[in-house]
């Protein structure tokens, strides 16, 4: 059964109407600003695009996640700014860390719940290829298929989410804030309307298309010396739970911190940073503090200078060995 087509200009109101009709949501998307939805029930399937909305409205196939777009590299700088910060999915509140998505390829969201409480989300899954999640302020409790009990993500907690495992967000305290990256940028969420979580078997092993389900615990950060002088890093499990299809790492300047220099380059895909805590010059004239993000695309030479002794940097490479190094 093909879906009618529906355009409506508030994609929010259309949805509970619908589903006052007896029809319920099954696919949504983009999750940061959603601007298409499909629902089914009553024998009839519809599918709502807000008015003026995306030239893409299929959600594609739940079991097969899009080719990824083309990469379009490029440098980019976002501030954290109390201005740019919209309703996306379930409620959540999105702020854009990648505005160019390196041509569709790479999505990063600052994603926060000022006010806390019950998040009104549902057992879903995304088709995406990569997504993790950081747990930056707060804290957030989730269930994720196979990983038993629900439980408690807090502040500097990591989660791999492999592609299609199921989950849902059930709580988060007042001032939630979390940092989502994901592959490709544009990706459906899909509703599982049969799967109960948390599920009865524990399967902590278990492969989604090659990738382990990852949950990172700031106890066990091991640091070590970084490719970059001056700076140490602890890789969050990432890299072995995709098979170096990505790596996370926490970043920290080393000692009194690094006031001098240092010129870095890399040759990966996406390097991006996100300033978990701390102060930063970057290209000698960008002086960055907390919750800013940054892109250097590869070959692109960037100096770091003068890091505060405090510098905590989120680090997700694409590949996990983006050959980075300072000099
Ligand atoms: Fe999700």
Do not use: K
């Not at 500097?156 to 988060?172: D, M, N, S, T, W």
């Not at 940073?273 to 940054?294: K, Y």
């Amino acid at each position: 059964m093909a879906d009618e087509l529906m355009y409506c200009p508030d994609l929010d109101r259309a949805i509970a109407l619908f589903a006052r009709l007896g029809l319920r949501l099954d696919a949504i998307f983009p999750a940061d600003d959603p601007t298409v939805a499909s629902l089914s029930g009553n024998g009839a399937r519809v599918r709502l695009v807000r008015a003026g909305g995306p030239a893409m409205i299929d959600p594609g196939d739940p079991g097969d996640p899009r080719e990824l777009p083309a990469l379009a590299p490029s440098f980019s700088i976002v501030r954290a700014d109390h201005s740019s910060w919209r309703t996306g999915r379930a409620g959540m509140q999105y702020r854009d860390l990648i505005p160019d998505r390196q041509g569709g390829r790479y999505i990063a969201s600052h994603i926060r719940i000022p006010d806390g409480g019950p998040v009104p989300d549902y057992v879903h899954f995304h088709a995406i290829q990569f997504q993790m999640i950081y747990c930056y302020r707060g804290w957030v409790r989730v269930v994720y298929e196979g990983q038993g009990e629900p439980f408690v993500m807090q502040a500097g907690e990591c989660v791999l989410q492999p592609p299609r495992i199921r989950h849902r967000v059930l709580e988060a305290s007042p001032g939630l804030e979390v940092v989502e990256i994901g592959v490709p940028a544009v990706h459906a969420t899909h509703v599982d309307h049969e799967r109960a979580l948390p599920t009865p078997a524990l399967e902590p092993d278990r492969e989604f298309d090659g990738q382990r389900f990852v949950r990172y615990l700031p106890a066990a950060a091991r640091f070590a010396p970084a490719s970059i002088a001056g700076f140490e890093a602890s890789e969050l499990g990432i890299a072995a739970a995709t098979r170096g299809l990505a790596s996370v790492h926490v970043l920290r300047a080393r000692g009194a911190g690094r006031r001098d220099r240092v010129t870095c380059r890399h040759d990966g895909e996406l390097v991006f940073h996100f300033v978990l805590r701390g102060e930063l010059t970057l290209d000698d004239e960008h002086r960055l503090g907390t919750a800013d993000a940054f892109v250097v695309p590869r070959g692109r030479p960037f100096a770091w200078s003068d890091a505060s002794s405090d510098l905590e940097l989120l680090q997700v490479a694409l590949p996990g060995e983006p050959g980075l190094r300072g000099e």
